[in-house]
């Protein structure tokens, strides 16, 4: 039966309009970038290591494929929560909207079931999708600007040498949809509540915005509590580009994020086998 | 429980909140019957047909389908079809794929699907998308998605709400189509002509309370029923019981309503007003559901 419920999830995922903006919107915005970035490489490399050449004598460039997908990563990661989200806050909150939910649970299957055959579907959909973030990112940026060293900031100047980078963006893509997945586990437990599936992405967007506050402001009661919010590991990406590579912290990213999620479904499974269905 | 009847209605309560929705609803539907939920809006006839479908869960009572409680149960659900409301579809999805959508959770097969296009009179329109649909085509296609896993007992909620006269027509053909292949069909509707043209069996609810049910014929027909205006009812009620060929079918505080026991052997009027001494007036009504729905 699960199977079942799988295959008719991913026919309506995949059949509505709104599952590929995400898409769209990087396949569109991603190259645009790039090239914004190759154009403006010797104004970019001023602003970023300008007072290096002053210690330094560089020869060629710095601007390549890694470092541009370095950056883009960093700028686009916090708006990733818009798009990954997409699919999660319609979920359930359209099913019932719609009224589709008055047919579909009337049929003998658990709604145990159900929900998780839309789990599945959300897990996919978002790893899919940072899958594509990253590496589509990685790969036009490389078509575009070629292969070398990256430079990134850390304790300094780091130079990461070509042959030391890729398996890098590989952990940073595992460790941020690590915290993407918690974001869109979010979501679908606000979908498991709201006939509209505009709120739970406004109220996630929020969670994410209040988190991302707690983390960046120094405050020591700010300081006490982000470790436990999954939100403050959104930008734990960079840390695949540290030397040695903190595993202890991201070991401990993916024990909130997990504790999250599973708070997360917990509730929507509660909430979902509840449920009455009146719409 | 009759081995005739299906499903068995047994003291149902139901609250939203400190709204009492169902309160102390009896009654049962016999097997192979067109069966009307009667009542006005607010009578507590979509949250009936809901709890059937169990698409609400926490009410009081006993509701048995073939002998069976539903309570704990979901197996009941795969010899029932439902359309709960209005019929709501994938609309960015074609009518077909809709029916792939629902057949695939009862292991339904294709043929099934394209026996139930022709059934319902969709055919030629079955890859069109459902948005493109009227909503007359889609109230056929919830008959064909409810039918899909070939059930003995079907329960739609209004179904000829929303429809011009021929969509009414077809849908009244479909149900008797339906009732000659030998399913049980239960509609509910707040209208009193679509029960006297379709139904066999009907009952009455009204603010969430059972106001009658039965046979059709035997509520309206067949028997003469009139309507005393009386001072105080609990006198006339010990009054009445003394009159041979009396049957006392329902009362309020100062109205009783009966009829005859046995049909051919007339009420005598005249008796009535000897031996019923606080008697006001005394009505011949034309149809007791006409009765009890105004």
């Not at chain 1, 999708?129 to 790969?139: D, E, P, S």
């Not at chain 2, 021929?166 to 009193?192: P, R």
Request: aromatic share 12%; glycine share 6%; charged share 20%.
């Amino acid at each position: 039966m699960i199977r079942s419920l799988i295959i008719n999830e991913f026919i309506k995922v995949l059949n509505k309009k709104r599952t590929y903006i995400g898409f769209i919107l990087l396949f569109i915005l991603v190259p645009l970038i790039i090239l914004a970035i190759g154009d403006g490489a010797e104004y970019l490399e001023s602003q970023i290591y300008g007072q290096l050449r002053d210690s330094f004598m560089i020869v060629g460039t710095l601007t390549n494929g890694y470092l541009s997908t370095y950056l883009i990563i960093g700028i686009l990661i916090t708006q990733m929560p818009f798009l990954s989200t997409i699919v999660a806050s319609e979920i359930f909150s359209r099913e019932y909207s719609d009224g589709t939910f008055r047919m579909y649970l009337t049929r003998p299957i658990s709604r145990s079931k159900v929900l998780l055959s839309k789990l599945i579907i959300v897990s996919i959909y978002t790893i899919l999708l940072m899958f594509f973030f990253v590496f589509y990112t990685l790969i036009i940026s490389y078509l575009f600007l070629g292969s070398g060293d990256l430079a990134v900031f850390h304790k300094g100047l780091l130079f990461l040498s070509e042959d030391d980078i890729i398996w890098r963006f590989f952990l940073a893509y595992i460790v941020s949809t690590t915290v993407m997945l918690t974001t869109s586990f979010l979501c679908l437990m606000l979908s498991t509540m709201s006939k509209n599936s505009v709120t739970p992405i406004i109220i996630t967007i929020s969670v994410v915005f209040i988190g991302s506050i707690i983390s960046f402001i120094p405050l020591q009661m700010f300081e006490n509590i982000n470790p436990y919010l999954f939100t403050g590991y959104l930008d734990l990406f960079l840390s695949s580009f540290h030397d040695p590579v903190p595993w202890n912290t991201i070991f401990i990213s993916f024990g909130v994020c997990t504790f999250w999620s599973l708070f997360f479904l917990i509730i929507a499974f509660i909430i979902f086998n509840r449920k009455e269905i009146l719409s | 429980m009759k081995i005739d009847t299906i499903i068995e209605i047994n003291n149902l309560y139901k609250k939203f909140g400190d709204l009492q929705v169902l309160n102390n609803i009896s009654f049962s539907i016999p097997k192979n019957s067109i069966f009307g939920i009667l009542g006005p809006n607010g009578s507590g006839k979509s949250t009936l047909m809901r709890i059937f479908a169990k698409l609400i869960k926490n009410w009081n009572g006993e509701i048995l389908f073939k002998n069976n409680s539903i309570i704990n149960s979901d197996n009941h659900l795969m010899k029932m079809g439902f359309i709960i409301e209005s019929p709501s579809f994938y609309e960015y999805l074609s009518a077909e794929k809709n029916l792939q959508i629902f057949a695939r959770l009862t292991n339904t097969n294709q043929k099934k699907i394209d026996e139930l296009f022709e059934l319902v009179n969709l055919n030629d329109r079955k890859n069109s998308k459902v948005s493109e649909y009227s909503y007359g085509m889609k109230q056929r296609l919830g008959i064909a998605q409810a039918m899909l896993h070939n059930p003995d007992f079907l329960i739609l909620d209004e179904p000829n709400n929303g429809l011009d006269p021929v969509g009414i027509n077809q849908m009244a053909d479909i149900l008797f189509k339906l009732k000659q292949m030998g399913k049980t069909i239960c509609i509910s509707t707040h209208l009193l002509g679509e029960v006297d043209r379709m139904c066999t069996d009907v009952a009455i609810l009204n603010k969430g309370k059972l106001i009658v049910s039965g046979n059709l014929n035997e509520l309206t027909r067949k028997k003469l029923f009139y309507r005393l205006e009386v001072n105080n009812s609990s006198t006339a009620l010990n009054d009445l019981k003394k009159i041979k060929n009396i049957e006392i079918i329902y009362y309020l505080e100062n109205s009783i309503l009966i009829s005859q026991k046995k049909e051919g052997e007339p009420i005598e009027e005249n008796l009535i007003f000897k031996k019923i001494k606080d008697i006001k007036s005394l009505t011949r009504e034309s149809s007791l559901v006409e009765y009890f729905y105004d």
